[in-house]
Protein backbone atom coordinates (compact mmCIF):
# COMPACT_ATOMS: atom_id res chain seq x y z
CA UNK A 1 0.00 0.00 0.00
CA UNK A 2 2.74 2.48 0.82
CA UNK A 3 4.32 1.89 -2.84
CA UNK A 4 0.44 3.37 -3.98
CA UNK A 5 0.76 6.10 -1.80
CA UNK A 6 4.47 7.03 -2.98
CA UNK A 7 3.14 6.85 -6.57
CA UNK A 8 -0.18 9.13 -6.53
CA UNK A 9 2.17 11.95 -4.64
CA UNK A 10 3.24 14.38 -7.98
CA UNK A 11 6.53 16.29 -7.59
CA UNK A 12 10.38 16.15 -6.89
CA UNK A 13 9.46 13.68 -3.85
CA UNK A 14 8.39 10.75 -5.59
CA UNK A 15 11.30 11.40 -8.46
CA UNK A 16 13.95 11.63 -5.76
CA UNK A 17 12.45 8.06 -4.84
CA UNK A 18 12.18 6.27 -8.22
CA UNK A 19 15.89 7.69 -9.09
CA UNK A 20 17.25 6.01 -5.66
CA UNK A 21 15.40 2.75 -5.82
CA UNK A 22 16.66 2.75 -9.77
CA UNK A 23 20.32 3.28 -8.53
CA UNK A 24 19.86 0.98 -5.58
CA UNK A 25 18.86 -1.66 -8.26
CA UNK A 26 21.03 -0.93 -10.97
CA UNK A 27 24.39 -0.97 -8.52
CA UNK A 28 23.14 -4.25 -6.86
CA UNK A 29 23.42 -6.07 -10.22
CA UNK A 30 26.46 -3.91 -11.44
CA UNK A 31 27.69 -5.81 -7.85
CA UNK A 32 27.03 -8.99 -8.63
CA UNK A 33 27.88 -9.30 -12.10
CA UNK A 34 31.43 -7.90 -11.94
CA UNK A 35 31.91 -10.11 -8.35
CA UNK A 36 30.74 -13.09 -10.62
CA UNK A 37 32.64 -12.12 -13.33
CA UNK A 38 35.77 -11.34 -11.11
CA UNK A 39 35.11 -14.44 -9.44
CA UNK A 40 35.17 -16.36 -12.92
CA UNK A 41 38.51 -15.16 -13.50
CA UNK A 42 39.93 -16.30 -10.55
CA UNK A 43 39.42 -20.13 -10.65
CA UNK A 44 40.03 -19.56 -14.30
CA UNK A 45 43.60 -18.10 -13.13
CA UNK A 46 44.10 -20.69 -10.22
CA UNK A 47 43.17 -23.38 -12.81
CA UNK A 48 45.88 -22.05 -15.61
CA UNK A 49 48.25 -21.82 -12.40
CA UNK A 50 47.81 -25.24 -11.79
CA UNK A 51 47.92 -27.07 -14.73
CA UNK A 52 50.98 -25.20 -15.39
CA UNK A 53 52.99 -26.13 -11.84
CA UNK A 54 51.89 -29.94 -13.09
CA UNK A 55 53.16 -29.66 -16.58
CA UNK A 56 56.32 -28.44 -15.45
CA UNK A 57 56.75 -31.28 -13.26
CA UNK A 58 58.64 -33.64 -14.67
CA UNK A 59 61.43 -30.89 -16.08
CA UNK A 60 61.10 -29.68 -12.15
CA UNK A 61 62.18 -32.42 -10.64
CA UNK A 62 65.23 -33.09 -13.27
CA UNK A 63 66.55 -29.54 -12.37
CA UNK A 64 66.41 -30.72 -8.54
CA UNK A 65 67.69 -33.79 -9.24
CA UNK A 66 71.03 -32.17 -10.77
CA UNK A 67 71.03 -29.32 -8.01
CA UNK A 68 70.90 -32.58 -5.42
CA UNK A 69 73.62 -34.20 -7.24
CA UNK A 70 76.06 -30.77 -7.17
CA UNK A 71 75.60 -31.10 -3.48
CA UNK A 72 72.66 -29.01 -2.36
CA UNK A 73 70.82 -30.38 0.63
CA UNK A 74 66.89 -31.52 1.08
CA UNK A 75 66.48 -28.70 3.11
CA UNK A 76 67.85 -26.10 0.67
CA UNK A 77 65.97 -27.91 -2.32
CA UNK A 78 62.70 -27.05 -0.51
CA UNK A 79 63.27 -23.58 0.30
CA UNK A 80 63.85 -23.41 -3.08
CA UNK A 81 60.69 -24.99 -4.40
CA UNK A 82 58.92 -22.92 -2.01
CA UNK A 83 59.84 -19.72 -3.12
CA UNK A 84 59.15 -20.59 -6.74
CA UNK A 85 55.72 -21.34 -5.34
CA UNK A 86 55.36 -18.65 -3.86
CA UNK A 87 56.44 -16.70 -6.35
CA UNK A 88 53.99 -18.79 -8.67
CA UNK A 89 50.63 -18.41 -6.53
CA UNK A 90 51.07 -15.52 -4.26
CA UNK A 91 52.37 -12.93 -6.02
CA UNK A 92 49.43 -13.11 -9.07
CA UNK A 93 46.70 -13.18 -5.82
CA UNK A 94 48.22 -9.96 -4.05
CA UNK A 95 47.93 -7.91 -7.55
CA UNK A 96 44.54 -9.43 -8.07
CA UNK A 97 43.27 -7.81 -4.60
CA UNK A 98 44.90 -4.88 -5.18
CA UNK A 99 42.91 -4.64 -8.41
CA UNK A 100 39.82 -5.53 -7.07
CA UNK A 101 39.90 -3.11 -4.13
CA UNK A 102 41.15 -0.52 -6.57
CA UNK A 103 38.13 -1.40 -8.45
CA UNK A 104 35.57 -1.42 -5.51
CA UNK A 105 37.12 2.19 -4.68
CA UNK A 106 36.32 3.49 -8.00
CA UNK A 107 32.64 1.69 -8.07
CA UNK A 108 31.83 3.74 -4.88
CA UNK A 109 32.89 6.84 -5.86
CA UNK A 110 31.37 6.57 -8.79
CA UNK A 111 27.59 5.78 -7.53
CA UNK A 112 29.08 7.64 -3.95
CA UNK A 113 28.69 5.03 -1.49
CA UNK A 114 30.48 2.80 0.93
CA UNK A 115 31.15 -0.47 -0.48
CA UNK A 116 33.76 -1.42 2.53
CA UNK A 117 31.29 -1.91 5.33
CA UNK A 118 29.15 -4.61 3.48
CA UNK A 119 31.95 -6.04 1.92
CA UNK A 120 33.27 -6.69 5.46
CA UNK A 121 30.13 -8.27 6.54
CA UNK A 122 30.52 -10.59 4.50
Not at 25 to 30: A, C
Not at 64 to 82: E, T
Given at each position: ???????????P????V??L??G?????????L??????L????????????L????????????????L????????R??SV?????????????L?????????????????????M???
Amino acid sequence: MPALLVDRQIGPVTASVRTLEEGKQMLSFSLFLTSFVGLLFFLATGNMLYFTLFTQLAEDRRQFQALHKLGLGQHQVRRIVSVQAAVLFFIPFVVGLAHAADIVRMFAAAFRVSLWEPMTLV
